[in-house]
Structures are given as C-alpha cells and as structure tokens.
C-alpha cells in the first residue's frame, strides 16, 4: 500500500470514529466515557477493517488504550474476553486436525465422488447439503476447505468452470454454520452469553436452518440452471466412458467416524450431564472439544505438536480474545444499555418489527464487517433487549442474521474468504464482486427472509419456554 | 520469423566491414577458421586479448555454437575485453565440418563469429535475430555461396538492408522443433511420451496443429493422487499404489486430453511478444515453459533453460 493511500484510510477512520463520536455525545446524550469508549471502540474497529492484515497488532495496542483510558477494566476484560469460547475453538481445532488425518474428510469425498447415477442437480444438492451439516457439525472453515477441494477435483475432470459450484458451497456453508453452537464461532459466543445450551441450538436453530437451506438452494439451482446442465453434460458423457471422478482408496474411517460422533456426541449431551452433576450452564460444553482434543492428542502423540503448531489458528483465536474484550468496552461505560433503550424506544408498540430490524442489522452488519466483530459488539445490546431470557428470539434472529448475511458479500464470512484464496491459488482467477453480491443478496435476503417466518411462528413457544 | 518487430535503426552491415570477412575456396579446419577470425575482429579495434577470446570460444562450445539454419553456424561469446559488439564472416562454398558437442559434424557453408561485451546481453540475441532473418530470405545464401570476395558479400548484406531489431521476441528464441501429442492420443502414449523423451510437459494439438492443452507430469501424478487422498496421514491402505492402478487400468481408453490443463489455462505467448516478458510470465506464472501461439497455432516452446542459455550465456 503507498503511503498516501496509507494516510487516506487512516484520515477516514479518525474522522468517522470522531465524528460519530462527536454525534453520539451531542445528539444522543453520551456522557464523556461513553463517548470515549465509542470512539475509541470504533477507531479499533475501522482500523482492524481497513488495515486487515495488522488487525491483531491493532488489536493488541487498542485494549490497553481502552484500559489506560478507563474505558475498560482490566477485570472487565477478563470477564468479558470469553476464554472459554477460545478453549472451545482450539479443542475443535484439534479434533479437526485428528479427523483430517484418519481420513474422515478423505471418506466423505470418496462417498460422494462413487455415487452411481450422478447428474448435475445431484452433484450440486448433495454438495450443499454436506457443506451445511459439516458446518454444522465442525465449522464452517474446515467445512468449506474439503468441500472446495472436491468442487475443484470435479471441475477439473470435466473442465467445468469452477466459481458457480464453488459459491454454491459456500453460501450453504454459511447457512450450516447457524444449525449449532459448532458451526461458527457467534454461535458459541451467543450460546455463552445468552446462556443458550446445544439443545436449544437444535430445538430453535436447527430446524430453521434446513428450511433456509431447502430455500439457499432452491435459489441457487434456478439461478446457475446454465452451469448445472452444463455439468449434467459432461457427467453424462464421463458416465459413457466409465471413466471416474477420481480414484478412490480404502480408506480406514472408523476411527475418524468415532471421534466425531464421540465429540459431537458429548457436545450434545453437556446439558444433561451439567443437570447431573450440578454444574454451570454450558461448563460441559466448552469442556467436551478439550477432551476430544486431549484423546486426540494421546492417540495420535506423534502428530500432537503438530495439531497445536499447525491446525489451530492462533493469529484468530487471539485476535478474538482481545476483541471481545475491546466489545464489553461498550458494556462497561453503559452505551450498550443506551442504545438497547434507544431500540426499545424506536419500535415502542411494534415490538413484532424488532426481531426483522435485528435480523436486517446483523445481515448487513455481517456482510461488510466481520460478524464475529459485529456480534461481539451487538451481543450486550440484546442481552439488554431480551432482559436476561435466554431462550428468546432476538438472540436468534441475531445468530441468523450473523450467518446468513456473510452470503451477502464476497468478504461477508471467513469461509467466503477461505475459499477465495484457495480459488485464487488453484486457478488464477478471482470473483468479480458484483457476481458475488447479486447472488449473494439473493440468497441472504432469501434465507434471513426464511428465519424471520420462522421465528414469527417459533417466538412466542420460545419465550413461554 | 517476425517482420513487424519495431528496428533501432542500425542496419547489420554497419557492425562488420570486408575486413571482417573471410571467403574462402580451400579447406580449413574449424579452429583455424575461429582463430582467423577473431583475428580480423582483433584487427577491427574491438577486441584487445584475441587469445583469450579463442579460448573462451573453444572453452564454451557446448553453449557458444548454434546451428541457426542448415549450413549457417553461429560461434559466440561474451568477452570481458570487448570494447563493442564485434562480427565476423566466413563463407565457404565448399563447406567445413563443424564439430558439435554432442559429437556430431556439419556441413557449414556460412560461419558468423558474434563477440559481444559482457555488458550487453541482448546484443547478441538481436545480431542473431538479424541474421537469421536475412538467412532465410529466398535465395539469399545459394546467391551469398556464389560470392567470392569479402567486399562483394559486404555488399551483399548490405544491399539486404537488414537492420537489428529494437528487442527479441518470443518468435525469435522459441525452439520450433518439440515433441507434442494429439488429442487422439490416449493416456497410455502420454505416459510413454514422458518416459521416453525424459520431459516434463507436452502439448496436445488437433488435427489442424492448433493447441488443445498442455499434458504434464504433475498433473498425471495429482489425477492418480489427489488432495484429498493425500491428507491422510496414514497412507498404509495405498503402499502399493492403488490410486495409480485405477488410473492405469484405463490408460489405453483414456484420452489424453481427460488429463490436460486446457489451453487458456496455460502459460502462452504470441510471437511478437518481447523476450523479457517471456522472462516475465514464467516467474509470475511459476513455470518453466511457456508456449508461444499464433492465433492458438502452436509455433514453438520456451524453456528457462533456452532463456539461460541464449540470454545470460549468449
């Protein structure tokens, strides 16, 4: 970047953190530290936007300028940094790695890739439907980056042109990663602080998020009808020539297959066992990776360092930690509780209109600024909204706003981001935005357009619950 | 070869003199021929150590030695004492044995010495570009044979009006003669193609020689082992290549082209295209060969080596 570009970005970040600091003081009545606590919030978070690639070295200077200013207490931060949601990510992480090396990600592949009778509306359902259940089951990243890996082994084979199939993938990715708590890391955020356990995340989200599948890719399929048939073609003649899709091994899956219903298992029985053994809300849960890890780690004791080293994104992982503690800024000079009465106040007698205006405002949060960033800030707004509920629709129309508005944009969720690369890599080529954001707000606006439905029929069972 | 290369505007005869021509009638031996002629340059002011030249010539003949038409040979070197771009011409009609380093002797009927200093790579590349175009001009050597004095073949070149081309291109460096497959081939003969000329890559052409796409071995390795096999850590249920077994089971009926990177994913070039850019495209393409097409008719194949040894080595 030259250095008057350099200037430029960081002159427009000072002034849209000042100015909106400057408005919130003299038109919305912020006292001085919640001013400050605005500004300064918002210069980290402009900052961490426009300077991507410095985002934890931004990161790592914004919160002690939050502490030293008295924006934040360093007890603040280490009540609101959520460790446990970072322990939980790197267990998953290295259960991910273990099951990449077993092979599970290599069997599911072979599965697909021996399927008799396969046709284009087959291929691009099945792929879909895995993308969204293995986000559902591990995450959306480790999702997207075996999926992606089969899309281009296919498209390679028939020379098909890649990119309709590639984004297909993802957008299911993006809707999977809202069915559980596993998917996405706002799921375990929200499910933490809203006390939500992986049973609601089955009974509330789960259902909700096939519907919005069912829709993600009926949208879809009509929308690249061309590229499918073209694939359909070239299929049929691979077909005729009884040539595979590629080779497939024996491949020894068990173990794999073990381990993830072992830890998946586990992760959905932590409500019943914390009823048994009288513990917190949630303990079991963020517990249940970090013993699948530990397993993982014994078992497999000469890959062990590896999985640390290598398989867990610790650039991320503390990049969230000290976001979130940068978020509770917000909380903790009490600007959160203005802007949840602000809300409270704006759809005073339409309180039916809040649960679109949380889904509309994540959707399109998540779209231009990271929804992990997005969620973090807006979490304590509607815990003030929901007034300590846990299981309550505001928390849910937040989770899928967060995740189906990453479909919106090509930088809307890091498995978009994933992907891109890895097609950038592999081919050379590049997604012109605009072919992404027509598809994109499509099907964004089609599957929030499925959970608003949804949570219009669910709300009022949720908060009687 | 390319006409349309913009010129600098120096015309090749202006880089030699008769005196700088040697027409002879008798035998000669081929050193006796490199020394003589280097003489003449030496003789010209250009060349201070003439000594040193012939031994680095003699030294450097595996690379130095190019045999530009049938009958033309083309002897270089970069010399450290070289003041500027020297060239000299022998022309004998009766012809020499020139003695490759691979053994082999040819008949050459036109010798051309280039010495250039060590500061000007290209140099040499643009004289032999020059020269190589006056060559193959129809009739031009059967007439140049008939010449019999240095003065009169002066001339000759210089009525020819050739003048040294502004940069190289593509056209200029290619290796016009290359192993390639068609798209009728199967997998099987790919596979042969590979083992027997010991080469990384082939291209694949239709009928009408136009490019359909590129075979390689990396691609016939990563068909036979994708990703998504090799991310098992344990690779103990394929010890003994089963992936590959599937592949070969198929090789006879495969058509080659199944495996080929197509052609619009290759690394290509036109002819016209300045040599540098060549250089260019294989370091931001990351790869060793580049194709070079007209109008997707395949003309010829550069190779980094070729970039090595007619640049850096010229």
Redesign the interface.
Known sequence: MSSKALVSRFALLMLISLMIGALSHFSWGLNGQQTLSVTIFLIIILATLFFWNFRLAIAFIGLPVLILTDALKLEGFKTHCSLEVILFLVGMMVVVGGLRDLGFFTWIIQNILKMKGMTGRRFVLITAVVSALSASAVDEVTSILFMAALVFQVCDVLKVRPIPFLIICVMATNVGSAGTMLGNPVGILIGSKAGLTFEDFMLWSFPVMLLALAATIALLMAWYRDEIAQLDQRLAQRRGHDFPLGPTVKVPYMRGLMLIVGTIGLVSLHHRIELLLELETNTVLYMAPLISAGIVMIWRRERARYYIEHDVEWWTLIFFLMLFGVASTLQYTGVTTEIATSFSSLFEGQSELLMPAVIVLSALGSAFVDNVIFVSAFIPVVQELTGGVSVHPLWWALLFGACFGGNITMIGSTANIVALGMLEKRYRTRIVFMEWFRVGLAAGFTASLVAWLSLLVTSSMMIGS | MNQQTPTNNIPLSSLFSSDEIICSSTELDEEEMLHTLIERIGNSGKLRDIEEAFTIIIQLKCCSLTYLLPEVAVFHARIPSMKSLGIALAVIPSGIECCWTTGETKTVKLAVLVLTPHKEPGGYIRTITAISRICQRKGFLTNLYKTAEPEKVWDYFDQADMQLPEFVTAGDIMRTTFHSLRDTDSLSEAIDAFCRYGISELPVLDVDGDLVGVVSEDELIR???????T????LS??LDF???A??LL?EK??PVV?ISI?AD?YATVEETTPAIQVAKVMMR?DVRRVLVVRENRLLGIITIQDIINKIMRA
């Open positions: 068909i036979c082992l994708p990703e998504y096999i991310w098992m850590e344990d249920a394929i089963q992936p590959f599937e592949i198929r009926d495969m199944e197509l994913r393409r």
